[in-house]
């Protein structure tokens, strides 16, 4: 089992910065994809990025990329994602997520993928 906890969301105004991290217990993340996704209300969770467990690929949402930058320190059992000139739409619960996956592609843009949650962070972002 894998239990993650997202912290670091908070209120910001348009333009500014934050830092999500997931920290991992239970299992080194060493052998897991991660991936960020959101949900904001009214509106189904959707991808925002994904790293490889090596930290060697990274996926992201056409929205964020340019913005946004998804990190992982394996010896900390972190994954970080740095959010940049954010914007009123990134406002959601952002959460993260883990698979024990040793490849990579595109399924690691999917919900269905991942066995393994966090709680989520809200990130308000104001005008």
């Known amino acids: 089992q894998v239990q993650l906890v997202e912290s670091g969301g908070g209120l910001v105004q348009a333009g500014g910065s934050l830092r999500l991290s997931c920290a991992a217990s239970g299992r080194t993340l060493s052998s897991y994809a991660m991936g960020w996704f959101r949900q904001a209300p009214g509106k189904e969770r959707e991808f925002v990025a994904a790293?490889?467990?090596?930290?060697?690929?990274?996926l992201y949402a056409g929205s964020v990329k340019g913005r946004f930058t998804i990190s992982r320190d394996n010896a900390k059992n972190t994954v970080y994602l740095q959010m940049n000139s954010l914007k009123p739409e990134d406002t959601a619960v952002y959460y993260c997520?883990?698979?024990?996956?040793?490849?990579?592609?595109?399924?690691?843009?999917?919900?269905?993928?991942?066995?393994?949650w966090g709680q989520g962070t809200q990130v308000t972002v104001s005008s």
């Open positions: 790293i490889r467990r090596s930290g060697t690929s990274t």
């Open positions: 997520a883990a698979v024990l996956l040793t490849g990579w592609g595109t399924s690691v843009t999917s919900s269905g993928t991942y066995n393994y």
